[in-house]
């Protein structure tokens, strides 16, 4: 059977990043795999040079009207053909192991379902993204798993892909999903994603209180739709508020302003008066 990997990449604006971007994929010691790159309603001119090129081999290209990221990802395994997903961002890379070691704790291991590993930011600045080894409780309150994990395609399929409807967080959701189906989860220790924080304000990562209405927004549709899932693992509304109280860790994090508007929306204000004066 192919053991294929179909690596899905969403393209909006990265005519400055692409090229480098698939060089990081090119370069890999692991051949078998497919490049579907999903252009989500930028100009086409870079995308018209790549697919010219003989450089890159077994690439398809699919033009959509700007839909999102996720969309752009959803389309994207449509088209796909390989055992595995790897979703990959137009302006991130991967250590040229990445593939190889990661295919192969999926394939010994058919209970694991998602592998990660370590990864670093790179551009404005080249510090570790602290991402904890997984384990549910945590993962619950704070997502540790990167959009570069590489996946089962037909665990893809089952959940339906990613919620259109969410602008944030998207991944989260999608990965509780897998994880209420009982999967396992493996985080490689080795530096093998490269997250991309631009130097331009239009990065993902610099924004934040300009969207915190909408951060809390979809954390708390999130929640709603596996509300019985946080519930199973102690983490109601009750747990999940005391826990805010007696940890230092999660405490510092819910009092920022967006997490404060976000507990505002769970409980009667006057009850919880005091938790939200700084």
Same mark, same amino acid.
């Given at each position: 059977? /192919?053991?294929?990997?179909?690596?899905?990449?969403?393209?909006?604006?990265? +005519?400055?990043?692409?090229? !480098?971007?698939?060089?990081? $994929?090119?370069?890999?010691?692991?051949?078998?795999?497919?490049?579907?790159? $999903?252009?989500?309603?930028?100009?086409?001119?870079?995308?018209?040079?790549?697919?010219?090129?003989?450089?890159?081999?077994?690439?398809?290209?699919?033009?959509? &009207?700007?839909?999102?990221? /996720?969309?752009?990802?959803?389309?994207?395994? *449509?088209?796909?053909?390989?055992?595995? %997903?790897?979703?990959?961002?137009?302006?991130?890379?991967?250590?040229?192991?990445?593939?190889?070691?990661?295919?192969?704790?999926?394939?010994?291991?058919? !209970?694991?379902?998602?592998?990660?590993? *370590?990864?670093?930011?790179? +551009?404005?600045?080249?510090?570790?993204? $602290?991402?904890?080894?997984?384990?549910?409780?945590?993962?619950?309150?704070?997502?540790?798993?990167?959009?570069?994990?590489?996946?089962?395609? !037909?665990?893809?399929?089952?959940?339906?892909?990613?919620?259109? @409807?969410?602008?944030?967080?998207?991944?989260?959701?999608?990965?509780?999903?897998?994880? &209420?189906?009982?999967?396992? $989860?493996?985080?490689?220790?080795?530096?093998?994603?490269?997250? @991309?924080?631009?130097?331009?304000?239009?990065?993902?990562?610099?924004?934040?209180?300009?969207? /915190? /209405? @909408?951060?809390?927004?979809?954390?708390? !549709?999130?929640?709603?739709?596996?509300?019985?899932?946080?519930?199973?693992?102690?983490?109601?509304?009750?747990? %999940?508020?005391?826990?805010?109280?007696?940890?230092?860790?999660?405490?510092?994090?819910?009092?920022?302003?967006?997490? @404060?508007?976000?507990?505002? *929306?769970?409980?009667?204000?006057?009850?919880?008066? *005091?938790?939200?004066?700084?």
């Amino acid at each position: 059977m /192919s053991e294929k990997i179909s690596i899905i990449i969403p393209y909006y604006k990265g +005519e400055d990043y692409i090229a !480098e971007t698939l060089k990081s $994929v090119y370069d890999q010691t692991y051949q078998d795999f497919e490049v579907i790159i $999903v252009n989500d309603g930028s100009e086409r001119a870079v995308l018209n040079l790549i697919e010219t090129n003989e450089t890159f081999k077994n690439l398809k290209i699919i033009h959509q &009207e700007n839909q999102g990221q /996720s969309s752009a990802r959803n389309n994207g395994v *449509k088209s796909a053909t390989g055992k595995y %997903i790897l979703f990959l961002d137009c302006d991130d890379l991967i250590d040229k192991t990445f593939l190889e070691k990661t295919h192969q704790i999926l394939s010994k291991n058919k !209970e694991i379902r998602i592998c990660y590993t *370590k990864g670093k930011f790179f +551009e404005k600045t080249d510090k570790e993204w $602290v991402l904890q080894p997984f384990n549910t409780f945590d993962f619950l309150i704070e997502n540790c798993i990167p959009i570069t994990a590489l996946i089962y395609k !037909e665990d893809f399929e089952k959940i339906g892909g990613f919620d259109t @409807r969410l602008n944030y967080y998207e991944d989260w959701d999608f990965w509780i999903y897998l994880i &209420e189906m009982g999967v396992k $989860v493996h985080k490689i220790d080795e530096f093998l994603f490269f997250y @991309r924080i631009r130097n331009t304000a239009d990065s993902l990562t610099n924004t934040s209180i300009d969207n /915190s /209405s @909408r951060l809390s927004d979809n954390f708390f !549709e999130i929640y709603k739709k596996h509300y019985a899932f946080y519930k199973q693992n102690g983490l109601d509304f009750h747990n %999940i508020m005391s826990l805010i109280r007696e940890n230092k860790k999660y405490k510092a994090k819910y009092y920022n302003e967006w997490y @404060r508007k976000l507990i505002y *929306k769970f409980f009667k204000p006057q009850k919880y008066q *005091k938790l939200y004066k700084n």
